[in-house]
Nanobody, 113 residues
Framework: VHVVESGGGLVQPGGSLRLSCNTS????????MSWYRQAPGKERELVAS???????NYADSVKGRFTISRDNAKSTAYLQMNSLKPEDTAVYYC????????WGQGTHIIVSS
């Protein structure tokens, strides 16, 4: 099983990024997909999730700015991040969960001017 995040980088405050989470080795359509993040010195927190039936859930801190989506044909989940703030700086991890969970290695996002 492979879970691979991409799309991170350095962005100015107010900017946008789109993260991708490509998976292989799982029946993607059965899995709930989530994005977590971990800022320096803080615990990992749930950012957004999308179920197999495409119900979504967001942390209060990102509601209205981030959008999670999935493309079952590509076995890929996405996180569109708009109006980024310095406090969004973190390592972002993708999680695939159905009966068991699989994690990616993470992608770094730095929001700074």
């Amino acid at each position: 099983v492979h879970v691979v995040e991409s799309g991170g980088g350095l962005v100015q405050p107010g900017g946008s990024l789109r993260l991708s989470c490509n998976t292989s080795g799982i029946t993607f359509s059965r899995y709930a997909m989530s994005w977590y993040r971990q800022a320096p010195g803080k615990e990992r927190e749930l950012v957004a999730s999308i179920t197999s039936s495409e119900n979504t859930n967001y942390a209060d801190s990102v509601k209205g700015r981030f959008t999670i989506s999935r493309d079952n044909a590509k076995s890929t989940a996405y996180l569109q991040m708009n109006s980024l703030k310095p406090e969004d700086t973190a390592v972002y991890y993708c999680n695939a969960h159905w009966l068991r969970a699989f994690w990616g290695q993470g992608t770094h996002i730095i929001v700074s001017s």
